[in-house]
């Protein structure tokens, strides 16, 4: 497992410093998050922008602890709770990655069959998601997602995509979520 960035949320109760609030903005943008009021022409612009910090940084950590043998890895980005948000989170950071990178993509093996509802944002039903079982057999999978919290996430994902037959499953993400200072570098 490996994160680019530390990521504090607004409830910590301290004052955030500078490059902090840009680690939360960074991610607030790449997440694309329909739910802020703005318009559909704000949230590409500012996911795009966000991509853009992001993927060479990702592309120079994949190239360092894999080496050549990333183009064994497929990527599988860990769907968000609706489908349009996983589509403008994801569909890009996965074409553009493993066009850099030479991973496969997996992208469009994974998807939301029906819309749920952010936790984060207080939601009570689950999203439903397809999974095709037969194209992971006997790979290397390098499982993204956009914050680790808790690891609760990538661990079900891991352990689904480990039965239907993956070989190996590493994980990255943007950032790791610390709640206190004492963990501040």
Known sequence: Y???YNYYPTTCDWDAS?????VRNLIWDF???PNRPQSEYEIRTRHEQALNRVLPKLVKVINH??????SKLTLVCIPSSKRIVTERRY???????????GMSNGYDYVSVTSD??????????SAEFGIDSSYFKDRYVLLFDDV???GATLNVCSRLLKEMGAKNVFCAAIATTLLDEKHKE
């Open 91 to 101: 569909k890009d950071l996965a074409q553009k990655l493993c066009s850099a990178t």
């Open 148 to 150: 680790y919290t808790t």
């Open 18 to 22: 500078e490059s902090e609030w840009d």
């Open 65 to 70: 602890y894999f080496g050549s043998k990333k």
């Open 2 to 4: 490996f994160s680019l």
């Open 31 to 33: 997440k694309a998050n």
């Open 116 to 125: 749920g509802e952010a936790k984060h944002l207080g939601g009570t039903s």
